[in-house]
């Protein structure tokens, strides 16, 4: 209404008449006051430019008790947008992934390019877990020869269990003889990603790569090591229902431990004729997976 007034030469009362609104909706002034929230948001947005409403909303709903519907207006209002490019890609018949169901069952490699202020390139490599999306492992390099992922992967392994795949694109370091001949050894199955989906083999060290400056490689390590932490336990996921990785696998641990106690087989262990062997419940719930200790 206030566009038509500016645009023609016409009364409130004609304009009102013709788009059929009572002249005191058209006088109607909001009274409310957004100015906390647009200060808040504009935090937010600096400290995380890559994140849309939806994860500023969970901030601001711990903090204030917002609704999510006005953050969404006050967002938009204030032209905080991220700007998405969308690319054509070649469209090919592909197989479709298998669903997973347990953490360990693939794992996600990828590599990832910077460079420091003094002009010193150097590289990133980040395993994730593709079902709980918990970084397993991320570290900055000069270079990555297959030796030295091998090295990573195992400490990952140590840490946190052998996954039964990983997921990778062709690059030179995962199709060289030593890798292929590591992943026989470990009985660990190589997967490749999907044409044109160059996310399957996780998107980790992008959003934190985009937004920092690092003075040398020792900062870029310092640097990515926190956002390690940060990525596994503060970020939240949408494909998780917006749950952190690590409270994702907490709970998805508690529900898998409720389980294996109702399939429970009642049989003495150790003496006590009252104990229940949950062993044998785990090995049917999840065959070949040994990353799960009661």
């Given at each position: 209404m206030?566009?038509l007034?500016?645009?023609?030469?016409?009364?409130e009362?004609?304009?009102?008449?013709?788009?059929?609104?009572p002249?005191?909706?058209?006088?109607?002034?909001s009274?409310?006051?957004?100015?906390?929230?647009?200060?808040?948001?504009?935090?937010?947005?600096?400290?995380?430019?890559r994140?849309?409403?939806?994860?500023?909303?969970?901030?601001?709903?711990k903090?204030?008790?917002?609704?999510?519907?006005?953050?969404q207006?006050?967002?938009?209002e204030?032209?905080l947008?991220v700007k998405?490019?969308?690319?054509?890609?070649l469209?090919?018949?592909?197989?479709?992934?298998?669903?997973?169901?347990?953490?360990?069952?693939?794992?996600?490699?990828?590599f990832?390019?910077d460079v420091?202020?003094?002009?010193q390139?150097?590289?990133?490599?980040g395993?994730?877990?593709s079902f709980?999306r918990?970084?397993?492992?991320?570290?900055?390099?000069?270079s990555?020869?297959?030796r030295?992922?091998?090295?990573?992967?195992?400490?990952?392994?140590?840490?946190?269990?052998?996954?039964q795949a990983?997921?990778?694109?062709?690059?030179?370091?995962?199709?060289?003889?030593?890798?292929l001949?590591?992943?026989?050894?470990?009985?660990?199955?190589l997967?490749?990603?999907?044409?044109?989906k160059p996310?399957?083999?996780?998107?980790?060290?992008y959003?934190?790569?985009?937004?920092?400056?690092?003075?040398?490689?020792?900062?870029?390590?310092r640097?990515?090591?926190?956002?390690?932490?940060?990525?596994?336990?503060?970020?939240?996921?949408s494909?998780?229902?917006?749950l952190?990785?690590?409270e994702f696998?907490?709970q998805?641990?508690?529900?898998?431990?409720s389980?294996?106690?109702?399939?429970a087989?009642?049989?003495p262990?150790?003496?006590?004729?009252?104990?229940l062997?949950?062993?044998?419940?785990?090995?049917?719930?999840?065959?070949g997976?040994?990353?799960?200790?009661?």
């Amino acid at each position: 209404m206030r566009r038509l007034l500016e645009e023609y030469t016409a009364s409130e009362r004609r304009v009102c008449e013709l788009m059929a609104v009572p002249r005191s909706s058209g006088r109607y002034r909001s009274r409310r006051d957004d100015s906390r929230i647009q200060e808040r948001l504009r935090e937010l947005a600096r400290e995380h430019p890559r994140f849309g409403y939806r994860r500023l909303y969970l901030y601001l709903h711990k903090e204030t008790g917002v609704n999510h519907k006005k953050v969404q207006r006050v967002y938009r209002e204030l032209g905080l947008m991220v700007k998405r490019t969308r690319r054509k890609h070649l469209r090919r018949a592909i197989v479709p992934r298998p669903a997973l169901t347990a953490p360990n069952q693939e794992w996600a490699l990828d590599f990832a390019s910077d460079v420091t202020a003094a002009g010193q390139r150097f590289r990133v490599l980040g395993v994730i877990d593709s079902f709980t999306r918990q970084c397993l492992a991320l570290e900055a390099a000069t270079s990555f020869p297959s030796r030295r992922v091998t090295r990573l992967l195992e400490r990952a392994i140590a840490e946190h269990g052998k996954p039964q795949a990983i997921r990778s694109d062709n690059g030179p370091e995962l199709t060289s003889r030593h890798y292929l001949a590591w992943a026989i050894e470990w009985k660990i199955d190589l997967v490749h990603i999907q044409p044109g989906k160059p996310t399957q083999n996780g998107k980790l060290p992008y959003e934190y790569l985009n937004t920092s400056w690092f003075w040398n490689l020792f900062d870029a390590r310092r640097k990515i090591s926190a956002w390690k932490t940060e990525y596994s336990s503060r970020r939240p996921h949408s494909s998780l229902g917006y749950l952190t990785p690590d409270e994702f696998a907490r709970q998805w641990k508690a529900a898998f431990l409720s389980k294996a106690k109702l399939m429970a087989v009642d049989q003495p262990h150790h003496g006590n004729s009252d104990g229940l062997r949950y062993a044998p419940a785990l090995t049917r719930l999840l065959p070949g997976q040994e990353m799960i200790s009661t």
